[in-house]
Structures are given as structure tokens and as C-alpha cells.
């Protein structure tokens, strides 16, 4: 299947989407990197014990799916890491700032070059429009190289490597900043202008 770029846009996602969430954490690419409560292949119950309070909004993780081309391909969740004191001290991040983490579920859009376009939309269109902080940081396991590549190249650049008690792992913690994409936001602006 051939796979064009195209235009991607985000939703929350809904109770009714947890069942496409199930499957996408059950393949083979993205179980290898994400567990849910130390299962890496959560059962339908899991999922939902795990994602309705998101969804409700009594846990302050937001959850959006990927949608390209009109199809959902994949999941973005985002917390203020204001909300996540811990974790924050342990990241040793000082300023205010937005934690995501994100998978491509469907197998015939992953591993296609489409990651790093949307990770920058998701920078443009959600993190620094929607939520009021200077700073985005995302935090793969040390041995993600992919996903490690993928915010690189969305232009994240490396803070520091960190251990991650919860998860008993190591991490680089990657950051990008809010001027970084608002000044590039403009330019595109600017040059449409001319
Ligand atoms: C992380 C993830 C979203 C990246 O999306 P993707 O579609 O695989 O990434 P892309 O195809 O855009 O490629 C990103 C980089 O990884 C490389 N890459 C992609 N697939 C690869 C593979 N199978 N083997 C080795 N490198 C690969 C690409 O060459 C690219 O590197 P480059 O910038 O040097 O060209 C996706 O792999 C995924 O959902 N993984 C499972 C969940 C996960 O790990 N999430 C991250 C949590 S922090």
C-alpha cells in the first residue's frame, strides 16, 4: 500500500474509539515499546479501566487520535507536566511544559516517513495552541531509536537521559520549544503572504 503524505488532523478520542485502541496496543510494533500497567498486551477491560477516567476528564491526560486523510491511524496523549510533580522533578525540567507520547497503530502507516509531519502538526495545531505552556518534551526508552528519530527530526532536540523508576528504564528526555514552532507557523504565514 502506498502511502501519501496528506492531511492530518486530531480528535479526542471517545469511549467508542477504545476497542480501535486495544487493537493498535496488541500489534506487534507497538506492543514492543508500550505497556499498559506492566502488560504489553492489555486486554479490552485494561484498556478501558486505563483510558475512560482520561476520557472523562478525572484523569488530566488528554487523548486524541491521529486521523489521516480522514482515517485514524494512531493516538496522541498529552499531559502538563505541572499535573505530574514527580515526574517533572525527575525529568528535571524547570519550566512549563507539555509531556506526549505517541504510536501509529495501523500497520500499513507505520514505518512510512509520516511521523515527524505528525508530530508537528500536533505541535501546531494542539500543544501550543490549545494549552498554555512554553515547552513540549517527550520521553522514549533509550533503546527507541525509531521513536528517538522521530522527534528529532520534528525538530526535538535531546535535554538529557534520565531513569525512569516507574517504568524501570532509561530515558532521553527531548524537548522542543514554544518560539520554535510559532516563529515557524509565522514564516509559513509570511511566505503565503508574498
Ligand atoms: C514511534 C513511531 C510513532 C514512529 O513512527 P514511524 O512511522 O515508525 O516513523 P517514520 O517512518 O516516520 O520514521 C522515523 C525514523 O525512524 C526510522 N525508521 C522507521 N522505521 C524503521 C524501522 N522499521 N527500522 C529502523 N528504522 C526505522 C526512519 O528511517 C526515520 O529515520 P530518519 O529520520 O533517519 O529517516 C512508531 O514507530 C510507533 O508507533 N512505534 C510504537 C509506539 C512507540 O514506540 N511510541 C513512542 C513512545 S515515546
Redesign the pocket.
Known amino acids: 500500500m502506498t502511502i501519501k503524505a496528506g492531511k492530518t488532523t486530531f480528535s479526542r478520542v471517545k469511549e467508542s474509539d477504545l476497542p480501535l485502541l486495544h487493537r493498535w496496543f496488541n500489534t506487534p ?2 506492543s ?3 505497556e499498559i500497567d506492566g502488560k504489553r498486551h492489555p486486554s479490552l477491560d485494561l484498556v478501558k479501566k486505563h483510558y475512560s477516567p482520561r476520557i472523562s476528564g478525572d484523569e488530566r491526560v488528554d487523548v486524541y487520535l491521529i486521523i489521516h486523510d480522514g482515517t485514524p491511524i ?1 493516538m496522541v496523549q498529552l499531559c502538563k507536566m505541572d499535573d505530574e510533580p514527580a515526574e517533572k522533578a525527575n525529568f528535571g525540567l524547570d519550566r512549563n511544559c507539555a509531556g506526549i ?5 495501523e500497520a500499513d ?8 509531519g505528525i508530530i508537528r502538526e500536533f505541535l501546531k495545531q494542539i500543544v501550543f495552541k490549545e494549552y498554555d505552556v512554553d515547552r513540549c518534551i ?4 533509550v533503546k ?4 528517538i ?2 522527534y528529532k ?1 520534528a525538530g526535538f532536540k535531546y535535554l538529557r537521559t534520565v531513569w525512569y523508576e516507574k517504568e524501570g528504564k532509561r530515558e532521553h528526555i527531548l524537548c522542543i520549544d514554544r518560539n520554535e514552532i510559532v516563529n515557524d507557523a509565522e514564516k509559513v504565514g509570511a511566505n503565503q503572504g508574498r
Open positions: 510494533h507497538v514492543k515499546w508500550w494512531g507520547d505517541l504510536l501509529i497503530g502507516y507505520v514505518h512510512r516517513g509520516l511521523s515527524s517527550a520521553d522514549p526508552y527507541n531509536e525509531i521513536a528519530k522521530a527530526k
